[in-house]
T-cell receptor
């Protein structure tokens, strides 16, 4: 079946602009995660949704970052007033959301954000 | 707090030789441990996981990993490396008591298999 998809695959923007990154999870997966991966680093957690609600947003670096998942499926990560330091690959993952956290996460291909 | 250490940035191995990619972890409770592989311009792919039970876990593409509680390690292994195994490998952990929470990843180890 279809995996996790992310759009766009690449986004180039100018400092100070607003961007939206979209994630389509695997159908039926209730848990959705956003991570950010910088060059030479492992993915770093940003925010986690269980259904429509953000269960944990402790990884968002500041209030310029915001994410929504209004219908419990597609999610959008929004970044206001982008800075050059926001340049990274933004990864989305989904999982069935089984109790106890035993399920693995399925990752999308990522969106490479470049802020000039 | 949970953490993962992958002590080697790069591992080089000849094709046909056994390979090991090291991972150690730190959690306050019992760990759930995962290995992922990342090929260029692609997302992370799940390889295997340890939840409970047998300490030797078998996964995709002939990979396996051994959970060692006393050494807090979860090294990834393969008996005979292929050139196509060349990729970036990530170890990740989640604390059993944290439930369905985000994974904490290591920095990754780049595996290069030389023909």
């Amino acid at each position: 079946g279809a995996g996790v998809s992310q759009t766009p695959s690449n986004k180039v923007t100018e400092k100070g602009k607003y961007v939206e990154l979209r994630c389509d999870p695997i159908s039926g997966h209730t848990a959705l995660y956003w991570y950010r991966q910088s060059l030479g680093q492992g993915p770093e957690f940003l925010i986690y949704f269980q259904g429509t609600g953000a269960a944990d947003d402790s990884g968002l670096p500041n209030d310029r970052f915001f994410a929504v998942r209004p219908e419990g499926s597609v999610s959008t990560l929004k970044i206001q007033r982008t800075e050059r330091g926001d340049s990274a690959v933004y990864l989305c993952a989904s999982s069935p959301g089984l109790a106890g956290g035993i399920d693995e996460q399925f990752f999308g291909p990522g969106t490479r954000l470049t802020v000039l | 707090a949970q953490s993962v250490a992958q002590p080697e940035d790069q591992v080089n191995v000849a094709e046909g030789n056994p390979l090991t990619v090291k991972c150690t972890y730190s959690v306050s409770g019992n760990p759930y441990l995962f290995w992922y592989v990342q090929y260029p311009n692609r997302g992370l792919q799940f390889l295997l996981k340890y939840i409970t039970g047998d300490n030797l876990v078998k996964g995709s593409y002939g990979f396996e990993a051994e959970f060692n509680k006393s050494q807090t390690s979860f090294h990834l292994k393969k008996p005979s490396a292929l050139v196509s195994d060349s990729a970036l490998y990530f170890c990740a952990v989640r604390d059993f008591f944290s439930g369905n929470t985000p994974l904490v990843f290591g920095k990754g180890t780049r595996l290069s298999v030389i023909a």
